[in-house]
């Protein structure tokens, strides 16, 4: 099954406790990004990959960090998280070229940071 | 820059009925994608519609239909004979180029049996 897959789904943390979300798409997608999700705010792109160590800024890439180290996995790294990072988070993945639109979406990781 | 605009922070329709979700958007591009997202409450995020720009004919999946106004630049989505299972939260997004959607606020959709 096709599918874009996050770790942990749920996490209560701690300011600065250094905490990791995976993402893993089994699509072969070259492009993936990291979107957060904020009541009233919609969606935001954090971060962005177009390929293997190829990433990029979004629009909030404040605070995090990505790595992009083989072409499945985009890690989303919260170095020393803050409350101000308590948020819903999504990776999302597609294929690249001409671009049709359709982002695949994981489930989300609900993050608090107390 | 580009910007999505949803006004409708809530609506509610009754089942069996039709509905209209609004949403703008500003861009001086001529050549981008539209899409209607659907988040239920398990989160998942869902794409519901496509619509590409330089298409006139307006989109359409089963139950629900876009109506694209480039010259506006508004792209409202309907759905029609409501049920049910369409109560969720509904995100417009705009993409040109391969870097990101951008996502308006979302539309809180209720479905009242």
């Known amino acids: 099954e096709a599918q874009v897959t996050q770790n942990p789904r749920y996490l209560i943390t701690v300011t600065g406790k250094k905490l990791t979300v995976t993402c893993s798409q089994n699509?072969?997608?070259?492009?993936m990004s990291w979107y957060r999700q904020d009541p009233g705010l919609g969606l935001r792109q954090i971060y962005y990959?177009?390929?293997?160590?190829?990433?990029d800024k979004g629009d909030v890439p404040e605070g995090y960090k990505v790595s992009r180290k083989e072409k499945r996995n985009f890690p989303l790294i919260l170095e020393s998280p803050s409350p101000n990072q308590t948020s819903l988070y999504f990776c999302?993945?597609?294929?690249?070229?001409?671009?049709?639109?359709?982002?695949?979406f994981g489930e989300g990781s609900r993050l608090t940071v107390l | 820059a580009q910007t999505v605009t949803q006004s409708q922070p809530e609506m509610s329709v009754q089942e069996a009925e039709t509905v209209t979700l609004s949403c703008t958007y500003d861009?001086?591009?001529?050549?981008?994608?539209l899409f209607w997202y659907k988040q239920p409450p398990s989160r998942q995020m869902i794409l519901v519609i496509r619509?590409?720009?330089?298409?006139?004919q307006n989109a359409t999946e089963n139950r629900f239909s876009v109506n694209f106004q480039k010259a506006a630049k508004s792209f409202s989505l309907k759905i029609s004979d409501s049920q049910l299972g369409d109560a969720a939260m509904y995100f417009c997004?705009?993409?040109?180029?391969?870097?990101?959607?951008?996502f308006g606020t979302g539309t809180l959709l209720a479905v009242q049996p």
């Open positions: 861009t001086s591009e001529s050549d981008y994608y």
């Open positions: 990959s177009m390929n293997v160590e190829v990433t």
């Open positions: 999302a993945s597609s294929s690249s070229g001409q671009f049709t639109g359709e982002l695949f």
């Open positions: 699509m072969n997608h070259e492009y």
């Open positions: 997004a705009y993409r040109r180029g391969a870097n990101k959607l951008i």
């Open positions: 619509q590409e720009a330089y298409k006139q």
